[in-house]
């Protein structure tokens, strides 16, 4: 038993009135939502470190008990959270994946739209970038998933390129991960960060741009 | 009057016999060597955080006075060690970029040197990363100064390739920008430091020669 299911248990048993006995997966799957919206206010608006459990239970108008019947910590809470994130910048990625213009076209529209999501949903709000700085230290399983998962839908687009004879023959997934690697700085969100206020030339249009012009 | 430069004349007062009334410019930079070297060292050894002025000073049998004869404070010894790793990549570029060969040569070897020197310099001791974020963090105007340098340089091996025929015609200075921004990975000491033990099919060469093909 870790500490975090010790402590689990203890409070469970002193909250056991609270705990529902059985709980359709309907119902489960709501709580986790209204968890999760109310984590994220409070995350944001008080930052990560200063938010307790007890604070999202508050918040509900909930025993941090029954917190404790979805989430096993803070940190699993905040997961979550991260996935939800990034999932739906993958669901943006798809779409535009799924569109019928060129590859050329899609690829720019991918790398031009993951940068104003890192931009808009994680930099505008201090306190999200605190909570961005901690996934990336501690929970890297969720980002390098989502890094893969990524990757794998650029190299699609650069395959359907090569096939519609846009892009020179070449190993496609090779090219996708320099690809990737030749716009970090438009979606890596601690290097947005450092230069956001740098004076720079090159706009991420200008650097998409030059970096597409590799596959050719 | 800064808090520093209180702490010193109050220093400088009760260490005076120790302090040379005049020092000639030889010996003064025989100083700063010898207090960038033990600094470096210490630094090295026990971490940034951990060392402080007086630690140099006896590492050095000087007294913490005659340190600050030279530096005002630890910060500064920092800055100035920063500078000179810095200058000494910088030297290594420019060593580089006078070759008689290709442009396209002298670009891929400029950007595969300054991978290494990252990788060897500042990450094979982990007290070294402890003052690169330090650096990235507190004294960003010698690293934006540095980054700005070798902007400059590869901007003119791009011109070069220009004239020669290698590359197209385009706007040099822009083209430097995207290219250094797209080999961003191969340089920056957190993001190397973050993939290091990534797994990863492309290498160092297979991003830059990937990048460098956006020129022709």
Same mark, same amino acid.
């Given at each position: ?28 799957? %709501? !709580?986790?939502? +209204?968890?999760?919206? #109310?984590? &994220? =206010? /409070?995350?944001? *608006? ?48 798809? %779409? !535009?994946?799924? +569109?019928?213009?060129? #590859?050329? &076209? =899609? /690829?720019?529209? *991918? ?48 395959? %359907? ?56």
């Amino acid at each position: 038993m870790t500490k975090n299911e010790i402590r689990q248990s203890l409070i469970e048993s002193h909250y056991v009135m609270d705990v529902p006995v059985s709980t359709p997966e309907d119902t489960r799957q %709501e !709580n986790v939502v +209204r968890i999760l919206e #109310a984590a &994220e =206010r /409070l995350f944001k *608006h008080y930052g990560y470190a200063k938010t307790t459990v007890a604070d999202i239970a508050k918040d509900l108008g909930m025993s941090p008990a029954n917190i404790y019947r979805f989430f096993g910590s803070k940190s699993e809470i905040h997961k979550a959270l991260a996935n939800r994130m990034l999932e739906a910048s993958r669901a943006v990625a798809w %779409e !535009n994946a799924k +569109r019928a213009v060129s #590859a050329t &076209e =899609r /690829l720019r529209d *991918h790398f031009l739209q993951q940068h104003r999501i890192t931009v808009e949903t994680l930099l505008h709000e201090n306190k999200v970038h605190e909570m961005v700085v901690v996934a990336i230290e501690e929970q890297w399983s969720v980002i390098e998933d989502h890094i893969m998962q990524l990757r794998a839908i650029v190299a699609g687009l650069v395959e %359907e390129g090569i096939a519609m004879g846009e892009f020179r023959a070449q190993d496609a997934e090779l090219a996708a991960e320099c690809l990737c690697d030749c716009t970090v700085t438009l979606c890596h969100p601690q290097i947005i960060a450092e230069c956001l206020f740098e004076t720079r030339r090159a706009t991420p249009a200008d650097v998409v741009d030059f970096a597409l012009r590799a596959l050719k």
